[in-house]
């Protein structure tokens, strides 16, 4: 039926199983075995980050959302708890950090409070491309590499996808002092900014390497394709302040896309990374996609 866990005789169970909720939403589920009048269900909103601080390092935790209802003794009671309609997506990959998690817990409110039960939530804001300038093709560069007399311009087939959408690349790399190239790296990476906390990963990438003939030409024209998984768990692009209670509270969250450069040349330990910064979300809406037509059918 759901997922549901047991506790000191309690069984809580969500009515949605693995689902991934949207701010707005509404949380429900039901609590089985209540005999304590001093039980609540709660959902939480926590973020985990590293805060350095005269040469050490602070583990921080933060509730920056909180929103429960009171239980009655019973054998069984259903809930409902809305969410609020300014929530970030969570993110809590294992050993990292930062760190978004929300969870559903039963608590005694008598006791400091004790959790008697939880369970994890995932929540994800949809995001939305307004724009039709965004879908149109963007020319990037050149941009010049002085140490090595090279330049990189880049074309690119958009600046804004939906999840499943395939980012189409043409690069020429002006190369007049015959540098060494060996590799190039193109890779589609995520960025986690929570304060002064980084977090990257990699989420698809191509790489292209030359033998000796090659690696001196100086020019290089070449096409590369990154296709952006829609079968695994991304959040959207966002921005998100908490701005609420004291200042020890506060905190900022960009969660942002680019698209890599990573060119290795001269020695092999040499690298020059050039970013291009895209936006990624769950829906274009048809009045940009109409729009961006209008457009094409002008020029």
């Known amino acids: 039926m759901g997922n549901a866990q047991r506790f000191h005789r309690h069984q809580l169970e969500l009515h949605r199983s693995d689902a991934i909720y949207v701010p707005s939403d509404i949380i429900s589920g039901s609590i089985a ?6 039980l609540s269900i709660v959902v939480v909103g926590t973020v985990r980050f590293k805060k350095h601080k005269k040469k050490q390092i602070e583990h921080c935790e933060i509730d920056f959302f909180s929103s429960g209802i009171p239980l009655i003794p019973s054998p069984s009671q259903i809930f409902q708890i809305h969410l609020t309609e300014h929530l970030p997506p969570s993110f809590n990959q294992s050993n990292t950090f930062p760190q978004i998690s929300y969870s559903l817990n039963l608590v005694d409110r008598a006791s400091k409070p004790r959790i008697y039960s939880t369970l994890p939530l995932h929540i994800q804001p949809r995001t939305q491309i307004h724009h039709p300038s965004l879908l149109t093709p963007l020319v990037f560069g050149p941009v010049a590499n002085d140490d090595y007399q090279t330049k990189l311009q880049i074309k690119i087939n958009r600046s804004a996808y939906q999840f499943g959408d395939v980012v189409c690349l043409f690069y020429e790399l002006q190369n007049p002092a015959g540098v ?8 589609l990476g995520i960025y986690y900014l929570v304060e002064s906390n980084i977090y990257q990963e990699d ?3 191509t790489t292209e390497c030359f033998n000796e003939i090659l690696s001196t030409q100086k020019l290089f024209r070449h096409k590369a394709i990154l296709h952006i998984p829609e079968d695994v768990y991304l959040p959207p692009t966002f921005k998100y302040k908490h701005d609420q209670g004291d200042e020890r509270a506060q905190f900022h969250l960009t969660i942002e896309y680019k698209v890599q450069f990573k060119v290795y040349l001269g020695n092999s330990d040499d690298l020059w990374q050039v970013d291009i910064p895209v936006a990624l979300c769950h829906e274009i809406l048809e009045q940009a996609k109409t729009e961006l037509c ?3 059918q002008e020029i």
Do not use: L, W
């Open 33 to 38: 075995n209540i005999t304590n009048e001093d």
């Open 294 to 296: 209008q457009m094409s």
């Open 203 to 205: 989420i698809t990438n």
């Open 180 to 187: 060494s190239i060996h590799k190039i790296d193109v890779s």
